[in-house]
């Protein structure tokens, strides 16, 4: 130990806990367990909702006829139309409706439970990959500090490779949590 610290602490001075970063990952990857949540409460509210249905028709047509009066044919007059007792407007048949039906078997279980428990086995798998990930690379990330460390000056090819894998540990870091982890290195470093 060096000046009543252990040497973890002193490699990861200046940088974020681990569970912080963890929750960064989460955040940012929309794979937290209140999405999960959200999405049961609104699938037990949807049951209440009812399917609405909405028809409306009109009819178009003119009742047209060529006489009064039975069929009526000259070869010298031209045909004649003549307008029907349904023709006064011009959408005279106007149809609609409107109906509403509620599933009550939704109201104990619905489909969208089944979808969401498939939903959520994978989301918990996929932030389980993220947490392992972001795990390795923050703990790699602190080894490789402290491996740098231990290089003598004359070791200016394994201090830059040291530097360069520290690098790109970080910016694995950064794309996992959306730049949190270098934001708040600055920020740990400025306060």
């Not at 049951?47 to 009109?58: I, M």
């Not at 989301?123 to 490789?144: A, C, G, S």
Request: charge should be negative; hydrophobic fraction near 35%; glycine fraction near 4%.
């Amino acid at each position: 130990q060096k000046e009543g610290k252990d040497l973890f602490s002193i490699y990861a001075r200046g940088e974020p806990e681990i569970n912080e970063v963890q929750q960064a990952a989460i955040e940012y990857a929309e794979v937290g367990s209140l999405k999960i949540k959200r999405w049961r409460k609104q699938a037990a509210k949807r049951a209440f909702l009812p399917k609405v249905t909405l028809d409306a028709d009109w009819d178009l047509d003119r009742t047209t006829s060529h006489a009064i009066w039975g069929t009526y044919y000259s070869s010298t007059l031209p045909d004649r139309f003549f307008r029907g007792p349904d023709d006064v407007t011009k959408y005279n048949n106007k149809n609609w409706g409107i109906s509403l039906s509620w599933e009550l078997g939704d109201l104990i279980y619905s489909d969208d439970q089944t979808n969401i428990d498939v939903r959520s086995r994978l989301m918990v798998e996929l932030r389980d990959d993220i947490l392992d990930e972001v795990t390795k690379i923050y703990f790699e990330r602190i080894r490789m500090k402290a491996e740098l460390d231990s290089f003598s000056i004359e070791d200016r090819k394994k201090i830059f490779s040291a530097e360069l894998k520290i690098r790109e540990l970080t910016a694995s870091l950064d794309a996992l949590t959306g730049g949190y982890f270098s934001r708040n290195i600055q920020k740990n470093i400025l306060d």
